[in-house]
């Protein structure tokens, strides 16, 4: 799939290509292809281009010094207004960018818009936002044969089966003086979790990562048991699970009955069914993500409503609301379902449908194809779902994208008009420590307005070999800086 176009990260890209900023090991942006950056003023950003940076040397671009205007070209690309530049929304707020010379690119921007530089960084899921050349597009087309992929990273592509795998060698033009330390990397496609772990277990793969080889807790656990040695780093996936009605709903409009929903769901049980365990409660921001942005820590939302234990009090207020709001004698709601991701999708549903049978709220689920599902989502053409949202490691992609009235991932169609002033101002706040505020009354006023259920976030595991050095995984990147890893085996 071409980079541009990715709704993941793309593993093997990880290692031959860069952006102009990366996330670091705390989730700030760090300087990669930009040395450095500047507001001139609150809708103009400067940065400025690591000078001597050189392309691989492959056709088509054959070697050639990055510029600005390969700058330019690839995020004009990224913010291209068709469907499949799916992060396109993420620029919505620039109104242009341009090379001012050949080591300066600028960003003007239709109003002051703090999340930009999380935007632009590469890293975890949906950051992929890697400088190309011109000529690869002039070249290719586009950028789905990762055969073609022309980059500034440590490491080029020597070759690439789908479904298979593929190899990469050493970038000797690479601009980081003595790196990479490894003269390779093999990314090899395991076809079954069983066979993966077999081979973790042989010592046949040296490191998993994000979504391409990480474990589930009960995964990790089972391997522990057999290798003790080998070393693991946690990652929260960026997407929270939750239950989702459809606002045009009139049964939905009423808070009472999305309140009596909310507060009767047994959220640590629903953990321990769906994830046994390997995971932890969230609430509108995922607390683990994004601390210091969250208006809750772990031990503070568990004393919440909806959230807190026993739910003996919880479900007694679900039904007070139910009687006040005419269904005393109990309430049906038609609700969806599907097998495609089903511990997002069916399974959560599944477990909604027994604990709010307790409050006396009858489901009934509809299985839909995985397909259909989607088009449905879209559309906001469906009734009651539970389902998942992945976003970028900034607040507001988080949050604005899923509950503005205007947001592209609204598909339940929330309207607040105080919510929406305070998404609206956290966009234009450039100092971080008001942004934050703003952030978290956000997330009380979501909490007021019951819209969703949050449930939980997963917690996976990234597994290494002890013989694996220089690879430091982290929440926000699965490599961080693939030029240190090497093998002492």
């Known amino acids: 799939m071409d980079i541009h176009k990715a709704n993941w990260n793309l593993p093997l890209w990880a290692f031959l290509g860069q952006s102009l900023v990366r996330y670091d090991n705390q989730g700030n942006p760090t300087p990669e292809l930009a040395t450095k950056w500047r507001f001139d003023n609150p809708q103009t950003l400067v940065f400025t281009i690591r000078e001597g940076v050189k392309f691989h040397n492959l056709p088509p671009v054959n070697g050639r010094e990055l510029t600005a205007e390969d700058v330019a070209f690839s995020l004009n690309r990224i913010r291209t ?16 960018i341009e090379a001012v010379d050949k080591y300066t690119v600028r960003m003007t921007l239709k109003s002051p818009f703090a999340p930009i530089l999380s935007y632009i960084a590469s890293g975890t899921v949906s950051s992929n936002k890697i400088i190309i050349a011109p000529e690869s597009i002039q070249k290719w087309g586009d950028l789905a044969d990762i055969e073609h992929a022309v980059g500034t990273g440590p490491f080029q592509i020597q070759q690439f089966t789908p479904g298979v795998g593929g190899t990469a060698v050493r970038n000797p033009s690479y601009w980081e003086q003595g790196r990479p330390y490894a003269d390779g990397v093999s990314i090899t496609s395991v076809p079954d979790r069983a066979t993966m772990i077999a081979a973790y277990r042989t010592g046949k793969i040296d490191f998993g990562t994000q979504d391409n080889g990480d474990l589930a807790l009960s995964e990790k656990d089972d391997l522990k048991r057999t290798n003790p040695e080998i070393q693991y780093t946690d990652w929260s996936r960026p997407n929270w699970f939750g239950l989702v009605p459809n606002l045009n709903n009139k049964l939905f409009q009423d808070i009472r009955i999305r309140k009596a929903i909310f507060l009767a769901i047994d959220r640590q049980e629903a953990l321990k069914l769906n994830l046994g ?213």
């Open 277 to 489: 365990g390997g995971g932890y409660l969230t609430g509108p921001l995922p607390q683990r993500m994004f601390p210091g942005w969250a208006a809750w820590t772990d031990e503070e939302l568990l004393k919440l409503p909806g959230y807190r234990q026993p739910k003996d009090q919880d479900i007694a207020e679900a039904k007070r609301l139910l009687a006040e709001a005419g269904y005393s004698n109990g309430l049906t709601v038609e609700a969806e379902g599907t097998n495609l991701f089903p511990q997002i999708n069916l399974k959560n549903m599944e477990i909604a449908k027994s604990q709010l049978a307790k409050a006396g709220i009858t489901v009934n689920i509809k299985l839909v194809d995985g397909a259909i599902w989607f088009g449905q989502d879209t559309k906001g053409d469906f009734g009651f779902r539970a389902r998942g949202y992945s976003a970028s490691r900034d607040p507001d992609d988080q949050l604005y994208s899923r509950h503005h009235s205007t947001g592209g991932r609204n598909y339940q169609k929330l309207n607040d008009p105080d919510l929406d002033k305070l998404l609206d101002a956290q966009r234009q706040e450039l100092d971080i420590e008001k942004r934050k505020a703003l952030v978290k009354k956000a997330q009380v006023r979501l909490m007021e307005l019951a819209p969703q259920v949050w449930l939980h976030t997963a917690v996976n595991y990234m597994p290494r070999q002890p013989w694996v050095r220089g690879l430091e995984q982290t929440e926000y990147d699965p490599f961080w800086l693939p030029s240190n890893i090497w093998i002492n085996k």
């Open 81 to 96: 207004p068709r469907a499949e530049f799916i992060w396109a929304s993420q620029f919505e707020r620039v109104d242009k």
